[in-house]
């Protein structure tokens, strides 16, 4: 199924060309600089990537030190749009830190995990473990933040957020695929190859077209404001901070 896979690969580069090119024309990247150089470096490295097909000893060494940057920009993308939305949010000194410490727990426990516990059944060297095992736990950490951010915004009822929602809706299809993809392959092995192979590519060209279907229209809010239209309602945190206070008064009552 080479076809398939090159087929896909032509789409998603048409694809992030024309997301790319929206986003310069209606001037959107400045709203999201980060989501815009994750387009830009997958873009660049596929293309690369590619290229370096023909070297084996290049491609190794641009697959490892590009591989983490990925992932480290699709966090930080994922990221960047909660925070457009959540900005009031960081009225709540705890919750200011909570979100991306828990990522980056998250990531830095399982790179040690897959450092000290390597795969036995790849060989593979520790570093190289800690690298795929962290990878691996990046989508499920993208789905986690995914999740939470649609559970909140259906919770404060925040809607008119087109591009923040899509962009983080499609992160969330391409990490659910991602998992969806290696839990099969380390499920059923080559049982089920030709899915557990391409399930990673199509959940990326899903992605690609939420993306797409967002930014082919001008951002409906201020560029030269970035949390214009994200503000929190006021009554709500307010009542937040005072279950906040309640809750933290009742655990100290009882740990006395």
Request: glycine share 6%; hydrophobic share 55%; net charge positive.
């Amino acid at each position: 199924m080479y076809w398939m896979e090159l087929a896909v690969q032509a789409i998603c580069i048409v694809l992030e060309i024309s997301a790319l090119a929206c986003l310069a024309r209606w001037g959107v990247w400045r709203l999201v600089p980060v989501f815009s150089a994750y387009l830009g470096f997958i873009l660049l490295r596929t293309v690369v990537g590619s290229i370096a097909l023909s070297s084996p000893r290049f491609y190794f060494d641009f697959y490892w030190i590009s591989a983490p940057l990925e992932a480290v920009l699709t966090v930080w993308a994922v990221l960047e749009s909660f925070w457009l939305v959540f900005a009031s949010f960081r009225l709540l000194r705890w919750f200011r830190f909570v979100l991306p410490l828990a990522v980056a727990g998250a990531l830095a426990y399982s790179a040690w995990r897959g450092y000290h516990h390597h795969f036995v059944l790849v060989e593979m060297t520790p570093a190289a473990a800690a690298v795929v095992s962290a990878m691996l736990m990046s989508d499920y950490a993208i789905l986690s933040v995914s999740v939470l951010y649609f559970l909140l915004t259906r919770m404060l009822h925040l809607a008119g957020r087109v591009y923040e929602d899509r962009f983080i809706l499609g992160f969330g299809v391409a990490s659910l695929a991602a998992a969806f993809g290696g839990s099969l392959r380390g499920t059923f092995g080559e049982g089920f190859a030709l899915v557990s192979r391409e399930a990673q590519p199509i959940g990326y060209l899903i992605a690609l077209l939420l993306w797409l279907s967002a930014v082919v229209h001008p951002v409906i809010y201020p560029t030269s404001d970035k949390s214009a239209g994200a503000s929190f309602p006021q009554g709500s945190l307010a009542d937040l901070k005072f279950q906040l206070r309640n809750l933290r008064s009742f655990v100290r009552k009882g740990a006395r």
